[in-house]
């Protein structure tokens, strides 16, 4: 074998030569992978012994993509987009090898061989859309050549990626190789050559666009069919003018095209923020006092106590995952009902097309129910989900301690209790965890987990692993009330009350926000998930809202009542604003001697979302978030942040603290010591530092 570089090598096996990349832990395509690729199929091209070539990587993936590390830095030479050519101009065939992730410049290097050859775990997308940029290496021009425009654009603005079976059927790969893949790639090679075949060069290839050029409406439709999910994001609509540029102009000129949309996106703010979160959310998995060799816990079996609404969609991701789970309640009714809601959650899945009926009866024959807490004895994890209830919940650890096999985990699934309390209920505080799921349980990517004084290294390592296993984004944090998340939540609920009283109306605070990115502003939050919760906790802690009590008190209990800050019509989920309500907020305020004025857009968003970074700020100097990107971690997947502007902390970075600051001293002369900088923001902001040089 013949090193091209550090990265790339030759070798051949007969008459066929093999370039192989080996850059671990995904062969990114670095630059010297890049001149790697290059220098090898000259090598290729150049070895008179050989017939064809075969292009294969090293390790656990074919090439997952650009380097992203490299973004953002003077670009290096070969440039991607220069080497593509080269393999697809090459006189001999060149056949991708490819096992694990094609993706992005990955599959766009593959689109540049001429034939495809895939395992049949392969998987294969453009994931650039999820980076804020699109393809810039021929993918919008190449692949609708390959799949059809409808695929193509499909696959391209949502950045999912498709199994083999699938590319195998719609002519993406040429053929699925079940033995071993490099030897089945050599023999598709050979075989190739004596049956003659042509080099298929897909930029040549204009059959698959035939459709869509009798059909320019076709870009139209799709751009109202994902209107609501690419919301406020820039790189969806770039993506569809570059498909449409492959139908539209020549190849070459489609490129340039690309090139132009691409570079339009790169140097953007949204891509940027796109790109840092990325990083963010990986960084999030590392945890500075857990070495990376921690033994962890085999988690093969799970409890779960409470079949409630959250102990119900916290069960779907274990059984998702093939996890057995065994759920407790305190009658059969309960658990009845409990049961049955996640059988009628699966069959509306199974009903969409989303899950086969096979997999919602193999899901289902993991679940067991049980009205007896001795039932969890052998599993290795509970997490309990029952009502906040401090002494019911001390109550359950106590008995869980003694019923648990020793060095099973006893997690709480608490969002407001102190768990270095709940721990100390139980002999092993060392295997108490937080694991804080965002309703629906079964949907919301991020799962807060919480250590508490004692939790041991090896509890967090094996609940980060768990996290990745049931599909979830994990962050850890500490113990305070609300840990990260809900403690910045509720800063943001108190400005919005305020503004309501001052004059702000209930839908402009919702719009301003929707505007900002958020799915939905705070009323219609509250109205979804019921104002009757945060009702219930203040009442258990003896304090007021005004207006928030008001309509509570009306039975206004949100979307499940028909009302609440806003009416909805029967069986809508449209939210109307309703004068009862402005009479509420008005009375509240002449009640607390508030002389109500316009409120700007622009104040009230500052006014939502400063208070919030500020006291991620008191978050970040108490030590319970580990890092500034944690946060970020935590309010795009838990809260609906949008990503193209990164997460709280980034946002902040990006308007400058100094400006934060200087706008928070505004307030707090209006508005009172609420507003009191926290010392690390006015540090940062003195020193003229962000968030990111922590
Ligand atoms: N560039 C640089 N580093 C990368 C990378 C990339 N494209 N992809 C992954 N990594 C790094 C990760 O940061 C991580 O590093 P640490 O171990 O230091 O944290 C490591 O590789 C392993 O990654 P994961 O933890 O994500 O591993 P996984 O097995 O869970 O997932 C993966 C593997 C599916 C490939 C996933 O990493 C992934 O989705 N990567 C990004 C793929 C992507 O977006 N490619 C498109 C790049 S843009 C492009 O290609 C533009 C173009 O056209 C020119």
Redesign the pocket.
């Known amino acids: 074998m013949a090193a091209i570089n550090d990265f790339v090598s030759y070798e051949t096996q007969g008459t066929v030569g093999i370039v192989t990349i080996n850059n671990p832990?995904?062969n990114?395509?670095s630059q010297a992978v890049r001149a790697g690729i290059k220098g090898g199929i000259a090598a290729a091209v150049a070895d008179d012994s050989v017939t064809a070539v075969v292009l294969a990587c090293a390790g656990?993936?074919f090439i997952?993509?650009?380097?992203?590390?490299e973004f953002g830095k003077p670009p290096l030479d070969p440039a991607?987009?220069d080497v593509i050519p080269i393999i697809e101009a090459s006189s001999k065939p060149v056949v991708a090898a490819i096992h694990?992730?094609a993706?992005?410049?990955?599959l766009?290097t593959a689109l540049g061989c001429h034939y495809r050859v895939a395992n049949p775990g392969a998987r294969l997308g453009?994931?650039?859309v999820?980076?804020g940029?699109?393809?810039?290496?021929g993918?919008t021009q190449r692949l609708p050549r390959v799949v059809g425009v409808p695929m193509a654009l499909e696959m391209i603005t949502s950045?999912n990626p498709i199994g083999a079976k699938k590319a195998l059927s719609v002519g993406l790969v040429d053929k699925i190789i079940e033995t071993d893949l490099t030897e089945g790639a050599i023999a598709f090679a050979k075989q190739i050559v004596e049956e003659g075949r042509p080099l298929v060069k897909i930029s040549e290839q204009n059959g698959k666009l035939e459709e869509a050029r009798k059909n320019p409406s076709l870009f139209d439709d799709f751009r109202k069919s994902i209107a609501r999910k690419a919301r406020n994001f820039e790189a969806p609509e770039n993506c569809i003018k570059a498909v449409q540029a492959s139908v539209e102009l020549p190849f070459a000129e489609g490129i340039k095209r690309e090139r132009e949309l691409f570079m339009e996106l790169m140097v953007g703010e949204q891509a940027k923020a796109q790109q840092y979160f990325?990083?963010s959310e990986?960084?999030a998995?590392?945890i500075p006092d857990v070495p990376k060799d921690t033994p962890l816990i085999d988690i093969k079996s799970a409890g779960i106590v409470g079949a409630g609404t959250m102990g119900g969609g916290i069960a779907m991701n274990f059984l998702q995952a093939g996890i057995p789970v065994t759920i407790v309640e305190t009658s059969q009714e309960a658990l009845d009902k409990g049961i049955g809601i996640i059988k009628k959650n699966y069959a509306a899945t199974v009903s969409k097309g989303r899950l086969s009926q096979e997999a919602m009866d193999k899901n289902m024959s993991l679940l067991s129910g049980s009205t007896e807490l001795e039932d969890l004895k052998d599993v290795d994890i509970v997490i309990e989900a029952i009502f906040e209830n401090m002494e019911v919940k001390k109550e359950i650890f106590g008995k869980l301690d003694k019923i648990c096999k020793p060095g099973s985990i006893l997690a709480t699934n608490t969002s407001t209790l102190d768990i270095n309390e709940i721990g100390a209920a139980t002999s092993r505080p060392e295997y108490v965890i937080g694991l804080h799921f965002f309703s629906p349980a079964n949907v919301m990517k991020l799962l807060e987990e919480v250590r508490t004084d004692k939790t041991s290294a090896t509890v967090m390592a094996t609940c980060m692993a768990l996290a990745?296993k049931i599909g979830k984004v994990p962050a850890m944090v500490g113990v305070c009330e609300g840990f990260v998340g809900n403690r910045m939540l509720a800063k943001r609920g108190e400005q919005a009350g305020q503004l309501i009283l001052e004059g702000a109306k209930v839908e402009d605070v919702d719009r301003v926000l929707y505007d900002f990115g958020f799915p939905m502003g705070p009323f219609a939050m509250s109205d979804l998930a019921g104002n009757d919760v945060g009702w219930r906790i203040r009442q258990g802690k003896g304090v007021t809202s005004p207006v928030a009590d008001a309509i509570c008190e009306l039975g206004r209990f949100g979307q499940k009542t028909g009302d609440g800050y806003y009416h909805y019509a029967k069986g809508s989920r449209t939210p109307e604003p309703d004068p009862i309500v402005e009479d509420i907020i008005v009375k509240a305020a002449r009640d607390a001697g508030i002389n109500r004025r316009q409120v700007s857009d622009e104040e009230i968003l500052k006014r939502c979302i400063y208070p919030m970074i500020n006291e991620a700020a008191k978050i970040l100097e108490e030590g319970i978030a580990t890092r500034a990107s944690d946060i970020d971690v935590i309010w795009v997947y838990g809260y609906g942040w949008p990503v193209y502007r990164g997460g709280p902390m980034r946002y902040a970075d990006h308007i400058g603290l100094k400006n934060i600051y200087d706008d928070m001293l505004k307030f707090k002369a209006e508005h009172g010591d609420n507003w009191t900088p926290a010392p690390l923001l006015e540090k940062l902001a003195k020193e003229g530092k962000g968030f990111k040089d922590l």
Do not use: C, S
């Open positions: 832990p995904v990114a395509l656990r993936t997952a993509g650009a380097d992203i590390t991607l987009q694990g992730t993706l992005g410049g990955g766009e453009l994931p650039e999820k980076l940029i699109l393809p810039g290496a993918g950045g990325f990083f990986r960084l998995n590392k990745k």
